[in-house]
């Protein structure tokens, strides 16, 4: 009689690849931990927007001490603004 093949070795590459391929599917389908949500920064409702300063940085400021502000110049020429920012202090 003829015998079946040998089931010594369950484990064969045709098998283990499916199931590597599987492992590394997980963190694409969500199973992963989620991330906390970004801690406010702010104290109450004050909103804040991002202004540049002549040397490049750029600084938070209050949108309240924005609208309290005055304008020097408006609608300044893109040279004049060119050459405002490489003053160096």
Do not use: C
């Amino acid at each position: 009689m003829a015998r079946g093949p040998n089931k010594k070795n369950n484990m064969s590459r045709r098998r283990i690849f499916p199931i590597l391929g599987g492992t590394l599917l997980l963190p694409l389908l969500g199973f992963t931990r989620s991330e906390e949500p970004p801690i406010k920064e702010d104290n109450g409702d004050e909103d804040y927007q991002t202004l540049l300063k002549p040397d490049g940085t750029t600084v938070k400021v209050k949108t309240s001490a924005l609208k309290k502000s005055k304008v020097v110049k408006k609608n300044i020429s893109n040279s004049t603004f060119r050459n405002w920012l490489d003053k160096k202090s």
